[in-house]
């Protein structure tokens, strides 16, 4: 399955962006998504997952209460929803899809990746 992520961007502190991803090549209902994020000099890290029918979610710690991770089947797309952007959100921003039914917060699990999409928070 290819993916395509989109939806980065310059915001400012406290803002907010939707990033998209889109799959190709594969049946995507079959695989639950997940977003990671990596920063200059730091580890590819887990931002959120969602199980193949969106039932089931979760979260890094730090992104609780803040970031919402959501899929429409019918559109092959997953969405990560950006609120309250923190500088320390800045990153490039992955999707990754697993065959793990329910997800995973371990990177090292999915097979498939985007190529990142670039989210900067100025203040």
Not at 79 to 96: F, G, H, I
Not at 97 to 120: C, D, F, P, S
Request: proline letters at 1%; aromatic letters at 10%.
């Amino acid at each position: 399955v290819q993916l395509q992520a989109s939806g980065g961007g310059l915001v400012q502190v406290g803002g907010s962006l939707r990033l998209s991803c889109v799959a190709s090549g594969g049946t995507f209902s079959s695989y639950a998504m997940g977003w990671f994020r990596q920063a200059p000099g730091n580890e590819r890290e887990f931002v959120a997952a969602i199980s193949w029918s969106g039932g089931s979610t979760a979260y890094a710690d730090s992104v609780k209460g803040r970031l919402g991770i959501s899929r429409d089947n019918t559109k092959n797309t997953v969405y990560l929803q950006l609120n309250s952007l923190k500088s320390e959100d800045t990153a490039v921003y992955y999707c990754a899809a697993t065959t793990l039914v329910g997800g995973t917060i371990n990177r090292h699990e999915y097979a498939y990746w985007g190529q990142g999409t670039q989210v900067t928070v100025s203040s």
